[in-house]
C-alpha cells in the first residue's frame, strides 16, 4: 500500500495566487520528498525535507513537516501557467532503505 | 539532465509475448529503479538494484524480473505479459546511499492488447 497520500487529488488557481498541497503518510520517516511531473514526462525532483526539519525553501516553493501528525504541506507561491503539473510527495523510511514510496499525487491547473 | 536513457519509448504488444525494458544511465549511479504509473494509484515500485547483480522486490514485483550485469544498465522484463501490465514504466536512479533524491528517465508506454 502506498505510504503517502497527496490532498487534494485536483486544484484549479488562477495566475499569481498560491497553491498548497499536502501529504499525509503513516510510519515514521527518514525524509519526505515533493515531485513534480508535467504531462507526458518523468519524474523531477524539487524539495527534500528531513525528519528533523520542520521548513524549507527553495524559490517560489515552501514545505513543512509536522512529523507529529505524519504530515507534510508544499506551497508554491505566486503561481504561473509553467506550474501546471502533477505532484507527488515521496517518502523515505527510517529503516535502511533504498527505496521511496510514492502517493497518488495532486493535479494542478493555473489558469492564465 | 541526469544521463538515463529508456527503451524502446512505447510498444504494444500481445498477451502472453516476453516483453524487455531497458534503462541506461550515464551518471555511475549505483542505485536503480523501476517503477509503474497507473491512474490513481501514483507511482509503484516494481524492483530496484543496489549494485551490479544486486536487485531485489518492490510492492509490485510479480510477473517481472530484473537483471543488471553492468552498472550503466537495469533491464526490466515481463516473461509472459497480461493486460494487467499496460502501464507507464519509469526507471528511476540515484546516486546518494539510500532513499536520496531520484532522477527519472522519461517513461516506457506499454501497451498490452
Known amino acids: 500500500s502506498q505510504q503517502g497520500e497527496e490532498d487534494p487529488q485536483a486544484l484549479s488557481i488562477q495566475e499569481g495566487e498560491n497553491a498548497t498541497m499536502n501529504c499525509s503518510y503513516k510510519?515514521?520517516?527518514?525524509?519526505l520528498q515533493w515531485y513534480r511531473q508535467n504531462s507526458g514526462r518523468g519524474l523531477v525532483h524539487l524539495i527534500l525535507?528531513?525528519?528533523?526539519?520542520r521548513e524549507k525553501h527553495s524559490g517560489r516553493l515552501r514545505v513543512t513537516l509536522d512529523t507529529s501528525k505524519k504530515s507534510s504541506s508544499l506551497l508554491i507561491t505566486a503561481s504561473r501557467a509553467a506550474d501546471t503539473a502533477s505532484y507527488f510527495c515521496a517518502t523515505a523510511l527510517r529503516s535502511n532503505d533504498y527505496k521511496l514510496s510514492f502517493g497518488a499525487g495532486t493535479t494542478v491547473t493555473v489558469r492564465a | 539532465d541526469a544521463g538515463i536513457t529508456q527503451s524502446p519509448r512505447h510498444k504494444v504488444t500481445e498477451t502472453g509475448t516476453p516483453v524487455t525494458l531497458r534503462c541506461h544511465q550515464t551518471?555511475?549511479?549505483?542505485?536503480m529503479y523501476w517503477y509503474r504509473q497507473d491512474p490513481g494509484h501514483g507511482l509503484r515500485l516494481i524492483h530496484y538494484?543496489?549494485?551490479?547483480?544486486?536487485?531485489d522486490k518492490g510492492e509490485v514485483s510479480d510477473g517481472y524480473s530484473v537483471s543488471r550485469s553492468k552498472t550503466e544498465d537495469f533491464l526490466l522484463t515481463l516473461e509472459s505479459a497480461t493486460s494487467s501490465q499496460t502501464s507507464v514504466y519509469f526507471c528511476a536512479i540515484s546516486g546518494t546511499e539510500g532513499n536520496g533524491e531520484l532522477f527519472f528517465g522519461e517513461g516506457s508506454r506499454l501497451t498490452v492488447l
Open positions: 525535507i528531513r525528519s528533523n526539519e
Open positions: 538494484s543496489y549494485g551490479v547483480k544486486d536487485t
Open positions: 551518471e555511475n549511479h549505483r542505485y
Open positions: 510510519t515514521s520517516i527518514n525524509n
